[in-house]
Every structure is written in structure tokens, then in C-alpha cells.
């Protein structure tokens, strides 16, 4: 079945850094691509998402780049502010579901 | 659009007993998905169900699990008898799919706030 794997697990930048979050994934039929944050205690939220006919999508300070020869995709977020801190998945679609992987707790120091 | 509602916010339960959560997906969407997240295994797919048909329970853990889909606007996941490892969070999340396939609407999935369940 498919599989996401994503890395780093744990990720501390000073703020008004740059974070990257690097995700591979493992069926080619995937299609599309979201980033979902998930701030303590709440719901994950969709923040950014990329389908595989695009190769690089910007909003704003985030953006997220899909590299489907290679099978992988990561999110970048910059000028990083306190209140990025989180915890960010991504997920790829496989038969009209989405697998996420395991989540990086993305800490912002002031 | 209220998004999608969960109830109860919270459940705290002794092993042994029964435990129905509930989710109203967000109106006009035909998918509707169950997850569970723990700090061990992160959030895991349980089972997913389109135009109110279960498409896909390989997650469900094992037989004490069961979920069901009697209209567009409403689903239950049903543990029983539960124990102490089912203690998480469950999230149900909806989405409007034209085909399974991949292909028409929308794979943007909205997650609903979330049960805690506490099984003691």
C-alpha cells in the first residue's frame, strides 16, 4: 500500500528563519498533495496543497514543491513567526484517501 | 457553514463498556472519513465512506470497531467493548468527491474538532 514518510520529526528555528519539512512518498499514482497544521489540542487545518501537474505552489510566507520523478514534496515556510509553531503533516491521495505521514513538531523560538 | 460537528467533545469510559461517537460532515459532502490519533502511531485512517457506502475499513483495528453511514448527514463509530489502548483522540473528516478514482471534485478533506476518548 502507499506510504509517507516524513522528516524532520522535530524541527527548531530561530524566528524569521526559513523551515523546511521533506516528505517521499511511494505510489506514482498519487495526485495530489496537502499540508495540514495542527496546533495543540486542535483540529489539523489544511494550509497549502499541491496537485501533481504542478511543480511548486506559493501563498503567501509558505510554499510547497512537488517533485514527482524523485516521488517527493516539501513545505517551506519563511520569515517564521512564533505562531508557526505546530505541528505540520503532509499527505499524498491513494485511492481516494489520503495517507499522512507521521508529523514534525515545528518549534519557533522568539 | 458550521463545518463538520463531532460530539461528544470528550468521553471518559471504563473498559468494558460501549462508546458511540458521532460526526455531521460539512453539508453537500459525500465523503466522510474516521481517524484516530495517538502520540505512538500519529493519525491513521480508519475507515472512509463515500455517497454514505464504506469504501475502505482496512484500518479498522479489529471487530470491537464498527462504523456506519445511515444518511449524507450523519455517521457513528461504535467500539464495543473498549479498552484502555483505544484511548485517543477520533477525528471525522468530510470532503466532496465526484469519483473515487481521483478523478472531479475535491480532495480537500475538513476535519471536524475532535473526540477525546479516555478509556480507564
Known amino acids: 500500500g502507499e506510504n509517507v514518510e516524513q522528516h524532520p520529526s522535530t524541527l527548531s528555528v530561530q524566528e524569521g528563519d526559513s523551515a523546511v519539512i521533506k516528505c517521499t512518498y511511494s505510489?506514482?499514482?498519487?495526485?495530489?498533495f496537502p499540508w495540514y497544521k495542527q496546533e495543540l489540542g486542535k483540529r489539523p487545518q489544511l494550509i497549502i496543497d499541491?496537485?501533481?501537474?504542478?511543480g511548486e505552489k506559493k501563498d503567501q510566507r509558505i510554499a510547497v514543491t512537488l517533485n514527482k520523478t524523485a516521488k517527493h514534496f516539501s513545505l517551506h515556510i519563511t520569515e517564521t513567526q512564533p505562531e508557526d509553531s505546530a505541528v505540520y503533516f503532509c499527505?499524498?491521495?491513494?485511492?481516494?484517501?489520503?495517507?499522512f505521514g507521521q508529523g514534525t513538531t515545528l518549534q519557533v523560538k522568539p | 457553514d458550521a463545518g463538520v460537528i463531532q460530539s461528544p467533545r470528550h468521553e471518559v469510559t471504563e473498559m468494558g463498556q460501549e462508546v458511540t461517537l458521532r460526526c455531521k460532515p460539512i453539508?453537500?459532502?459525500?465523503?466522510l472519513f474516521w481517524y484516530r490519533q495517538t502520540m505512538m502511531r500519529g493519525l491513521e485512517l480508519l475507515i472512509y465512506?463515500?455517497?454514505?457506502?464504506?469504501?475502505?475499513d482496512s484500518g479498522m483495528p479489529e471487530d470491537r470497531f464498527s462504523a456506519k453511514m445511515p444518511n449524507a448527514s450523519f455517521s457513528t463509530l461504535k467500539i464495543q467493548p473498549s479498552e484502555p489502548r483505544d484511548s485517543a483522540v477520533y477525528f471525522c473528516?468530510?470532503?466532496?468527491?465526484?469519483?473515487?478514482?481521483?478523478?472531479?471534485?475535491?480532495?480537500?478533506?475538513?476535519f471536524g474538532p475532535g473526540t477525546r476518548l479516555t478509556v480507564t
Open positions: 473528516a468530510s470532503s466532496f468527491r465526484v469519483r473515487l478514482d481521483g478523478g472531479g471534485g475535491s480532495y480537500e478533506q475538513y
Open positions: 505510489d506514482s499514482a498519487s495526485n495530489y
Open positions: 499541491i496537485r501533481s501537474n504542478v
Open positions: 499527505a499524498a491521495s491513494w485511492g481516494g484517501k489520503l495517507i
Open positions: 453539508s453537500g459532502h459525500n465523503s
Open positions: 465512506f463515500n455517497n454514505n457506502v464504506p469504501i475502505d
